[in-house]
Nanobody, 124 residues
Framework: QVQLEESGGGLVQAGGSLRLSCAAS????????MGWFRQAPGKEREFVAA????????SVTDSVQGRFSISRDDAKNTMYLEMSSLKPEDTAVYYC?????????????????WGQGTQVTVSS
C-alpha cells in the first residue's frame, strides 16, 4: 500500500504561483508513476500531469502546458507541481495519485493510490 498526502494548496490571485507537494509513504516502490489530477465543482476529475520514477519522463496536459511543471525527489519520496500564471479556471481540488506500472497514464482509473486532495482557489 502507498499513502499519499498533498499539501500546498490555498487561495491565490490570478497570475500568481503555488507549489503543491505530494508526500508518499508506505510501499513507495509501488509508485512507479505519480500524477496530479484536478476536479472542479460539477466537473469530472481530469488529468494534469504525470512523472515516471525510473526515467523521469513527464507528461503535462495541454491546458497547463508552459505554466505548470511536475517533478519528483525520490530521496524524499515527494512529488511536486509548480504552478504559475494561475487562472481562475485552474480552481479545483488537486489530487495526487500513484500507479504501480511504469508507463505513463492519463486516466484516473489507471492509478491505484490517491491522496485526499488539496484545494486550489484562484481569484480573478
Amino acid at each position: 500500500q502507498v499513502q499519499l498526502e498533498e499539501s500546498g494548496g490555498g487561495l491565490v490571485q490570478a497570475g500568481g504561483s503555488l507549489r503543491l507537494s505530494c508526500a508518499a509513504s508506505g510501499r513507495t516502490s509501488s509508485s512507479a508513476v505519480m500524477g496530479w489530477f484536478r476536479q472542479a465543482p460539477g466537473k469530472e476529475r481530469e488529468f494534469v500531469a504525470a512523472i515516471s520514477r525510473v526515467e523521469s519522463t513527464t507528461s503535462v496536459t495541454d491546458s497547463v502546458q508552459g505554466r505548470f511543471s511536475i517533478s519528483r525527489d525520490d530521496a524524499k519520496n515527494t512529488m511536486y507541481l509548480e504552478m504559475s500564471s494561475l487562472k481562475p479556471e485552474d480552481t479545483a481540488v488537486y489530487y495526487c495519485a500513484a500507479r504501480t506500472l511504469s508507463s505513463l497514464a492519463w486516466r484516473a482509473e489507471d492509478y491505484q493510490y490517491w491522496g485526499q486532495g488539496t484545494q486550489v482557489t484562484v481569484s480573478s
